[in-house]
């Protein structure tokens, strides 16, 4: 069965971002999958200690902080995906929710030790909640932080509220909709099998890269007198311009 | 077949924005599936005059401008989904870019006239490229309006470089794996045939309404109590602070 | 005498952005000016409880959060400025670093208790290190939350590195510059004696807004026939269009 | 007489972007500076042709395009400061306004031509307009653009809007204390006569460097005995860690 973890980031276990988070998780159960929140201010959760920064191989699953992570770790493993409800705390997510994810690293990082980040191909929402500004800040900087651990966010797979005013019917529709598509893209990827990440060969990369080159070097023999006199046209009060622009033509930065 | 649509928004059609988006295109090209590269530059492309401020209904497809856009927007309709690569311009798309995805509006404000995004459940991959900073910015509020659209971005489905040097065979796998992940996630979809917008009936959303706002009122009660008890151990120094969450309780802001 | 504390968001005291802070604070002493700086990761640091959400007036100076907060918010009333130092985890700043920029809310909040914010005028600077992307994300939001307190921040107020490598003398220099220039605009502001925030009565607003509104009006009256015409030419095919826009015109939502 | 440009950056020089603009431009009068607005859709404004990418030095003042930015190039020379005003399409800055934005890299980029960024040391200041989220989103990719090219932004220096509704007198403050205190930190720096950018020789840079490297050097000596017994102690399951980092004790990446 599928079954999607629900983060809140709030240390309120009744408010808004609470609130929108439980909207999400109807959205869940609506199309028949399993759903189970956490609050992360209940848990104790110690900041990342950048191992990897002393060295690479050093940060892997299960993290060296021994605290509360470790049951989380094992609940995303054998999870479809993930909805991160945070408050915005200065137009980006609350330090304990920020805290979450950097102690995801560890299964990232897996991609440089076993080949492939343990969250690939899981689903992740995110809802952001506040009374003033920043929602999508907020919201941006997790997407692109979870997509690039291998997670996937579906169409409309996040919502905000920044009002200091009851939620309308479309934000609640919306949250609704967060968890709904989250569950329904975990289904429908749930049978796929292929993997997500293609380790291209160097010899195929470097055919790929020949065959590119050569586009390149052929529009750029096309495109610079182009350039040259639209650039003459316009001003011709700066040869330097053109000269150095004649200059680079043998210098192209990518061969 | 499944048609995946590359738009390179460089003026430059022979430089790194332009290579890492031709490794995209052979990722797309990888998993079967069909491909078209278009420069942004060549186009007529006009911004967007904000019609949607004056009256939100007037902004619809086809867009009021009749411009190279028009062609482009039967093109989005009739293919599985797009990759957007941009040059990094002051850590963000470039303003070519940017008007690209401003006129894109004309899909999603479908959904106030017609009741769905004309881009729901199409896949989205972005690529940024510059010689300094600024990728993942630039990345993020690409992917957060894309999903805000409808799309849907795949696992790893950006990628960037950001160096005045040639790209690492790292960074040229990212490039053709965001295509081959667009497109490998745009056959899944290919198949689903649930809507990614369930509008819930007002009478639904009070239900659940109800039933959060009831869960909210307990936990709330569990709570103040240690909130209080851990702001007193905490600092007794300010009995104010006490007294407006005492205060509080009966405000709440949502009921 | 000009202070300027320095933070350490890294839990490496040893590593590039430790070294870069360094340089920063070089850059401080340069101009004579007094320099402190302490390792965010030695302090107990505990995350904001969002007792504002729950009242407004309960989120003051000092926090009702007894760590060694309590000792770094005495430092920085005291200071004429301060320069953050975060390592980027995916994209962002440490979780650490969050919890601090979140504890610095109660200075900020004052505005709604005693009419000021207590950081008003200081000087901020923003130093971010990773070996990947990231970094101009991770200051955007940094420095946004910190001039919205009240902070200022001079020219090239921020610094980053993103490379598995050495820093290069550019950048050595930029970290230098963010001390420096923090210092110099604290010693130039030291003798401003002007409030950052004009608190305009009800009175004068509304007498600016009704000059305000008018111009509106008359730009209005003006625009609207060149807007309508324009739409017309381009596309006579919706007049729906048309007809919303007419529409819209005595609806202006702002009267 | 301090001089302070507004830009409109809305197609509608009528909405709420304008008035707030407006309200800036009362706040830049307010302390007895000079204003001029300008409305950024009257002017035939191109894109940025990314010259630089072919050859650094060929992106200089006046840029090689004559269109009207050549006015405005010479009018914020003649500043002392600049407020930007953007609709929020799509949670970022106008394509038009990011056209404006790429368009200013011709005075920043003389840094590498001649030394300094022509617009060193000028104020700026940023609103943004929308009736959905993104403001913030929206500012910081501004904000952060502006400092690097050697702008300030002075306490409070942006605002925004959000709603589908009159905007607050909060609002309208915020809006003119913008104006206000991007002229008045212009008339403080009016006198300041230091250079914003101290290029250090690369003597002096050594010299630093090799002190703050026995710095790094002692601390890391200090803090890996530590670092190891905490990671021990929390978890001796993978001593593959402990072995790792000892291993990296001698590869200190910065040396």
């Not at 009374?131 to 941006?140: H, R, Y």
Request: contains cysteine; proline residues 4%; glycine residues 6%.
């Amino acid at each position: 069965m599928i079954k999607i973890l629900l983060f809140n980031g709030s240390p309120r276990s009744y408010g808004l971002t609470y609130t929108l988070l439980n909207f999400a998780l109807k959205g869940v159960s609506s199309v028949g999958a399993e759903s189970k929140l956490f609050n992360l201010y209940d848990l104790e959760l110690r900041p990342c200690l950048g191992c990897l920064s002393d060295n690479q191989n050093s940060c892997r699953y299960p993290c060296v902080i021994d605290d509360d992570m470790q049951k989380i770790y094992n609940e995303i493993l054998s999870s479809n995906g993930i909805i991160v409800a945070t408050p915005i705390y200065w137009f980006a997510p609350s330090g304990t929710v920020k805290n979450f994810i950097d102690r995801l690293t560890v299964f990232e990082n897996m991609i440089f030790i076993s080949g492939r980040s343990l969250v690939e191909g899981k689903v992740a929402g995110v809802i952001a909640v506040g009374n003033d500004g920043g929602a999508v800040q907020t919201i941006s900087a997790i997407v692109s932080a979870l997509i690039s651990m291998g997670f996937t966010v579906p169409p409309f797979g996040f919502c905000y509220h920044t009002r200091d005013e009851e939620p309308s019917e479309n934000t609640l529709r919306d949250a609704f909709n967060v968890g709904r598509n989250v569950a329904l893209l975990a289904k429908v990827l749930d049978k796929n099998e292929s993997s997500w990440y293609d380790v291209k060969t160097v010899e195929e990369l470097s055919a790929i890269k020949e065959e590119v080159n050569m586009l390149c070097k052929l529009n750029k023999e096309g495109a610079l007198p182009k350039r040259k006199v639209l650039i003459n046209k316009l001003t011709p009060k700066d040869n330097l311009v053109l000269a150095s622009i004649e200059k680079s033509k043998d210098e192209n930065k990518y061969k």
